[in-house]
C-alpha cells in the first residue's frame, strides 16, 4: 500500500498485479453495476439453519467466529440486510441465492513485494490455504457498512489486518487503500466436508 513503486522493465508489480486482478477475475462486470445472475436475494425467504451441524468439532475460537452478522447483497450489491457467517457459507443458501459482501486485501511494502498468508489449520474454511495477505467479511456495523468511497470496506479491512497479523492501524491508514474492482466469488470449501455444506458465495471487494 506504499506510494512508492520500484519498477521492473518499465511496469510496476502492483500494475501488473492490477491488470492480471481486472483481466482474470474481472470478467462480467461493469462500471456502474455488477452483471451477476438476475435472480434477487430475499433474506426473509431463505432457510438460515442447516439440518447438520457443520461446525460440530470445530475450533471453539472459530466457531464463534461464524456468529458474526456480515452483510447480504442483492445481484447489484445493494445491502438488503444482514445474516451470519455461518448462515452465509451454506450450500443450500448461496444456491438459493444469497450473496454476501466480502473483501480481499493484496499488501505490498516499498519493495513491491506481496505479503502472502498461509491460512491457520483450525479455520473452518480453506484451512492451511495460502491466500493472499488478509481476506474477510465487513461487519453489519454502522462504520462498516459505510458505501461512499467504500470507507466501510476499508474500515474493515484495516480491522482485520490488525486482529489476524497484528499490523497496527496507524501504519494501514485508510487513504492508503486503492480498490480495484468487485468480482462475484463462489467456490466449494476444501477439503470436502462430506455434505457439500461449506461453500462461499460472495462480493469480493479487492484492493491493495
Given at each position: 500500500?506504499?506510494?512508492?513503486?520500484?519498477?521492473?522493465?518499465?511496469?510496476?508489480?502492483?500494475?501488473m498485479?492490477?491488470?492480471?486482478?481486472?483481466?482474470?477475475?474481472?470478467k462480467g462486470l461493469?462500471?456502474?453495476r455488477?452483471?451477476?445472475?438476475?435472480?434477487l436475494?430475499s433474506?426473509?425467504?431463505?432457510?438460515?439453519a442447516?439440518?447438520?451441524?457443520?461446525?460440530?468439532?470445530?475450533d471453539?475460537?472459530?466457531?464463534?467466529?461464524?456468529?458474526?452478522n456480515i452483510?447480504?447483497?442483492?445481484?447489484?450489491?445493494?445491502?438488503?440486510?444482514s445474516?451470519t457467517?455461518?448462515e452465509?457459507?451454506?450450500?443450500?443458501?448461496?444456491?438459493?441465492?444469497?450473496?454476501?459482501?466480502?473483501?480481499?486485501?493484496?499488501?505490498f511494502?516499498?519493495?513491491?513485494?506481496l505479503?502472502?498468508?498461509?491460512?491457520?489449520?483450525?479455520?473452518?474454511?480453506?484451512?492451511?490455504?495460502?491466500?493472499?495477505?488478509?481476506?474477510s467479511h465487513?461487519?453489519?456495523?454502522?462504520?462498516?457498512i459505510?458505501?461512499?468511497g467504500q470507507?466501510?470496506?476499508?474500515?474493515?479491512?484495516?480491522?482485520?489486518?490488525?486482529q489476524?497479523?497484528g499490523?497496527?492501524?496507524?501504519q494501514?491508514?485508510?487513504e492508503?487503500?486503492h480498490?480495484?474492482?468487485?468480482?462475484?466469488?463462489?467456490?466449494?470449501?476444501?477439503?470436502?466436508?462430506g455434505?457439500?455444506?461449506?461453500?462461499?458465495?460472495?462480493?469480493?471487494y479487492?484492493?491493495?
Amino acid at each position: 500500500m506504499q506510494n512508492k513503486a520500484k519498477h521492473h522493465h518499465g511496469i510496476s508489480l502492483r500494475k501488473m498485479i492490477k491488470s492480471k486482478v481486472l483481466q482474470k477475475i474481472g470478467k462480467g462486470l461493469t462500471k456502474s453495476r455488477l452483471t451477476f445472475t438476475e435472480r434477487l436475494c430475499s433474506c426473509r425467504h431463505i432457510q438460515m439453519a442447516s439440518k447438520v451441524d457443520i461446525l460440530s468439532g470445530s475450533d471453539k475460537v472459530q466457531a464463534k467466529l461464524m456468529e458474526e452478522n456480515i452483510i447480504l447483497v442483492n445481484d447489484n450489491d445493494r445491502n438488503i440486510g444482514s445474516a451470519t457467517k455461518k448462515e452465509c457459507h451454506l450450500l443450500e443458501n448461496i444456491n438459493k441465492g444469497m450473496l454476501h459482501r466480502a473483501f480481499s486485501v493484496f499488501l505490498f511494502n516499498t519493495d513491491e513485494q506481496l505479503l502472502l498468508q498461509q491460512r491457520s489449520d483450525a479455520k473452518i474454511t480453506y484451512p492451511g490455504h495460502f491466500t493472499n495477505t488478509c481476506c474477510s467479511h465487513p461487519l453489519c456495523t454502522e462504520k462498516e457498512i459505510e458505501e461512499l468511497g467504500q470507507i466501510g470496506i476499508k474500515r474493515a479491512a484495516q480491522r482485520r489486518l490488525n486482529q489476524e497479523l497484528g499490523i497496527p492501524v496507524s501504519q494501514t491508514p485508510l487513504e492508503k487503500f486503492h480498490y480495484l474492482t468487485r468480482i462475484l466469488y463462489r467456490a466449494d470449501n476444501v477439503p470436502s466436508d462430506g455434505l457439500k455444506s461449506k461453500e462461499t458465495g460472495d462480493v469480493d471487494y479487492t484492493m491493495v
